[in-house]
């Protein structure tokens, strides 16, 4: 992704500092301080050494991840994210989307406590889910959630249409409906069949990306003409709801009688039934200047609310004291991972591909360019019959030897 950055000549948005919490419904398990050292004591009074073996567990996932961007950079692709996975760490990278986080992490020796407070925080404000998400999916949350993370001045969304712009596609603005195969002078054709604002529409390629997700809860896709058929797979996608609020933080809820002294700007969440939202955070423009400063916390601000569910009245005054605006987005943003024990394939027919099938190993920006890139590989090697470029093994050696 920061490849795609430095290629639109994006700059990074400047970070504001603001401390951490997690909420437990009634009290704060873990709270983040100004100094360095003291967070470490804390992490270790609570729960010994687990962060130090969560960190160690995460990078050795994430070192064998970043094989990826060298098998790319050298042409390579895979047919599958089976094949994707074991390239990367071997039959543990796919044993890695059958089995939950927790079972992971125990199994190396983080505690259950560490796990029930900081892991499933993290995991409610990433996907909204609880622990058992599998263990590829968590670690590239926790990873995400190590501060590494990059964002974009002006808004995540200029990468996009920075991209368009740059690839000088021809955009058609309408919504695509459905694919049907013909077939010319023995070659698959896909007819794409959209509409708009003119009406329905359709139109004749040589190869088709499938980037919406193909199951029930989110598709109204058809494919005709297919044989086999071409069905929705298996799963569902989790709800999340976004609540963006205007407004004075009831401070009081969370054990500051006095608003002036609540120091955090972000909460997480344990998984508490009683709890009604998953995390919250005092959030920044998308363009930050150098006299940005937080609004004080006795101030109105505004904030990001994280739920499952839209917040009623009641709940917003449960958070606020007051509040001037509340903008409500409902989306299906993430897989449900315990909806699905297969991963769907990367390739629906000849030279037609399906690039969502990702977020079923993971779901990120990072993870889709990654299959994106994949895909375009794909499609070029198999287009060219460069068949000693797809799904070849032992690839670390093979990009050595090319060096």
């Known amino acids: ?124 404000s990433s996907y909204g889910q609880s622990v058992l998400v599998p263990a590829f999916a968590g670690a590239m949350s926790l990873a995400g959630a190590q501060g590494s993370t990059w964002a974009v001045e002006g808004g995540n969304k200029l990468v996009c249409s920075g991209l368009l712009k740059l690839t000088k596609a021809n955009v058609i603005p309408a919504r695509v409906t459905g694919v049907s195969l013909h077939s010319s002078e023995g070659r698959a054709l896909y007819q794409v069949h959209y509409e708009g604002g003119e009406g329905h529409g359709s139109a004749f390629y040589d190869m088709v990306v499938v980037t919406t997700p193909l199951h029930p809860s989110r598709s109204n896709f058809t494919f005709e003409n297919f044989e086999p058929p071409i069905a929705d797979f298996p799963g569902a996608f989790q709800p999340s709801v976004t609540s963006v609020v205007h407004g004075y933080l009831n401070s009081s809820y969370f054990g500051f009688p006095d608003p002036k002294l609540f120091p955090f700007a972000s909460i997480l969440t344990t998984d508490t039934p009683d709890l009604f939202f998953n995390a919250m955070d005092n959030i920044c423009p998308v363009n930050i200047s150098a006299a940005f400063r937080r609004k004080q916390p006795q101030e109105a601000a505004v904030w990001r609310v994280l739920s499952q569910q839209p917040l009623d009245k009641q709940q917003l005054k449960t958070l606020f004291r007051s509040y001037y605006s509340v903008q409500v987005t409902e989306w299906q943003a993430y897989p449900r991972y315990d909806a699905a024990k297969s991963l769907p394939p990367i390739v629906l027919h000849e030279n037609l591909f399906y690039l969502s099938s990702v977020e079923w190993v993971a779901s990120s920006m990072e993870m889709i360019a990654v299959a994106a890139k994949n895909v375009a590989l794909l499609a070029y090697n198999r287009w060219h019959q460069d068949l000693e470029k797809i799904d070849q093994k032992d690839l670390m050696h093979k990009v050595k030897t090319e060096l």
């Open 1 to 124: 992704m920061l490849d795609f950055v430095k290629i639109l000549g994006l700059k990074h948005r400047r970070e504001v500092a603001g401390k951490s919490a997690i909420f437990s419904g009634e009290h704060f398990v873990l709270e983040e301080t100004d100094w360095y050292l003291l967070n470490l004591f804390r992490l270790w009074w609570h729960y010994g050494i687990s962060f130090l073996r969560l960190q160690m567990w995460v990078e050795e996932v994430m070192e064998k991840f970043m094989r990826i961007y060298k098998y790319q950079a050298h042409g390579y692709a895979f047919s599958s994210l089976e094949e994707m996975l074991r390239s990367l760490g071997g039959d543990a990278f796919v044993n890695m989307t059958q089995r939950s986080v927790a079972e992971s992490l125990l199994e190396v020796g983080v505690t259950q406590r560490f796990v029930d407070d900081v892991i499933a925080a993290v995991l409610r």
